[in-house]
């Protein structure tokens, strides 16, 4: 269920675009709702949904195909601002009688946007700028009422309006930083045109997030799986501030979490959610199930098997609960009412401990409507500290995929070793925050090398460095030559059993970021 919220909202119509995510980031930074929806909505969602303002966004299909995706009439008839951009402006054309056709040439990436008459939709955007453009169709002509505003130098109708019925075109795509004045577009819309006040705030947020949950919870008791990751910590604080005392935050230790993670997270939550926190020790069982096996999906499955059998048990121990507390975001939402394009094939991938399915416990997603850089600042305002809200992802498996081979305490202790030290290095030198994610990888292997006057036959530590938006697609990080040095000579003399280190400099696609 998306929220009955009291915001202003704008509705996005997913047209599958790689960018639609990205619109409803933008207008949630300007302190607007944006809700994202698949297109087959119907005059009846439109009038229960209420909203400000409609975007269509764009999308890799041809509004010249048969089965492209549409958009049902009444959507155009409901007097409210409509804002069409790529795919969507190609859509407004068709169906508003104007005309589209294939283009000779793509375009593709920047392109310079020339603005001929700012129109509403253009207003105080400068006469020349950057765009960011990405099709294969082109408005030929545009449906009649509609003024054009400007071109690019291979589109000559690159931004059109019809301020009479409220609808507006733009060939590009504002919402990518790339697109120099993209924000000042997207303001315009929000702003001059649908009349938003901007009343999306965090701080509202989490008053009516502590609300909600008072409301859903009532008198009864609630259970939490605790990773130490940033979103279970925002949802357990958040349960805490508004129901204390029937929660129950269970954090295992399988023992293949990173170097002192144990006692920073008991020490950061402890302190946030003072007697609702509960430390579970299962390290040896972990280790146990894991003796001998080699293959990752193995080695995920067995985890996440005792990974719930330790929960039920605790649980089970500590009174029952009548409701299940998980940390799902908005992306996870999106990917379940999305259309079928590009976007909605993103994966909300694995979710620590993948729950208790046969508990069959009421769940409470206080962090539904949310996106990632949202939850980082209701943990802020949750007075959760840096170290947790500014945390690197780590995955549910934990050190286990980042072990290539059988999972052995030695394996366990040099790779936590080595990725301690990258860490630690990392926050020295203030690079930490600049990349998404960073970790070593224990290889399976071993390699001839020389120390002192003897050969050794050692160990490979892999350093993965990526930087990344949301984890679905991830570049190598470009650090330093003089910090990999470092990093390098500190493992080989500080960990036993590993004389060489290397670096990853694989991109995601087609590379995962994990190794495993
Ligand atoms: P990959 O390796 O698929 O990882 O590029 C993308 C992001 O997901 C994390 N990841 C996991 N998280 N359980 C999790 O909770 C898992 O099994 C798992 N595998 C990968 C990974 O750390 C990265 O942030």
Not at 23 to 46: K, N, Q
Not at 344 to 349: P, Q
Not at 425 to 442: C, I, M, N, P, T
Request: with cysteine; aromatic share 6%.
């Amino acid at each position: 269920m998306l929220p009955s919220l009291t915001h202003e909202r704008l509705l996005i119509l997913d047209f599958g675009s790689q960018f639609t995510q990205l619109i409803a980031r933008r207008a949630r930074e300007l302190g607007v709702y944006a809700e994202i929806r698949g297109p087959h909505i119907t005059g009846e969602d439109l009038r229960r949904l209420r909203p400000k303002g409609i975007v269509l966004s764009g999308g890799p299909a041809s509004v010249l195909d048969p089965g492209a995706p549409g958009l049902d009439a009444s959507i155009l008839e409901a007097h409210v601002p409509v804002l069409g951009i790529c795919y969507g402006m190609q859509l407004l054309a068709r169906d508003l009688g104007g005309r589209v056709r294939q283009s000779a040439r793509r375009e593709y990436g920047g392109a310079a946007l020339t603005v001929e008459n700012g129109g509403r939709i253009l207003a105080g955007v400068e006469r020349t700028s950057r765009v960011w453009a990405s099709h294969g169709d082109i408005v030929e002509c545009l449906p009649k009422g509609f003024t054009r505003l400007a071109k690019t130098d291979s589109v000559d109708l690159a931004a059109a309006e019809d301020p009479a019925r409220s609808i507006y075109a733009v060939q590009f795509h504002p919402e990518v930083a790339h697109t120099t004045q993209g924000s000042r577009i997207l303001k315009n819309f929000l702003f001059d045109i649908c009349g938003f006040s901007g009343d999306w705030s965090m701080g509202q947020v989490l008053n009516e997030a502590v609300h909600k949950v008072r409301d859903q919870v009532g008198t009864r008791r609630v259970l939490c799986a605790l990773s130490g990751g940033v979103d279970s910590s925002v949802v357990a604080a958040l349960l805490h501030r508004a129901v204390p005392g029937q929660v129950l935050a269970v954090f295992v230790d399988h023992g293949l979490l990173r170097r002192g993670e144990v006692e920073e997270v008991e020490r950061a939550m402890g302190k946030a959610l003072e007697h609702d926190l509960l430390t579970v020790d299962a390290r040896d069982r972990f280790l146990a199930a894991l003796r001998g096996v080699e293959d990752p999906e193995e080695k995920r499955k067995i985890i996440g098997r005792e990974f719930i059998r330790v929960f039920e048990d605790t649980a089970r121990a500590k009174g029952g609960a009548d409701l299940l507390a998980q940390g799902t975001l908005y992306p996870d939402v999106i990917e379940s009412t999305s259309t079928g394009g590009p976007s909605a094939k993103i994966k909300s991938h694995h979710n620590v401990g993948g729950l208790p399915l046969d508990m069959k416990l009421e769940l409470v997603e206080p962090l539904r409507e949310l996106f990632k850089d949202e939850v980082r600042e209701l943990g802020t305002l949750l007075g959760l500290p840096a170290s947790v809200v500014g945390r690197h992802p780590f995955p549910g498996p934990g050190l286990a995929v980042r072990i290539l081979g059988p999972v052995t305490r030695e394996a366990v202790e040099t790779v936590s070793l080595a990725d301690d030290i990258f860490i630690a290095e990392l926050k020295r030198s203030g690079l930490y925050d600049k990349v998404w994610q960073a970790f070593a990888v224990l290889l399976p292997v071993r390699t001839v090398g020389v120390m002192g006057d003897g050969r050794t036959y050692e160990q490979v530590v892999a350093l993965r460095a990526v930087t990344s938006s949301d984890g679905m697609t991830a570049d190598w990080a470009r650090l330093p030559d003089a910090f990999l040095a470092r990093v390098s000579t500190r493992i080989v003399n500080e960990v036993p059993g590993v004389s060489r280190v290397v670096y990853d400099i694989s991109t995601k696609p087609p590379a995962t970021i994990e190794w495993e």
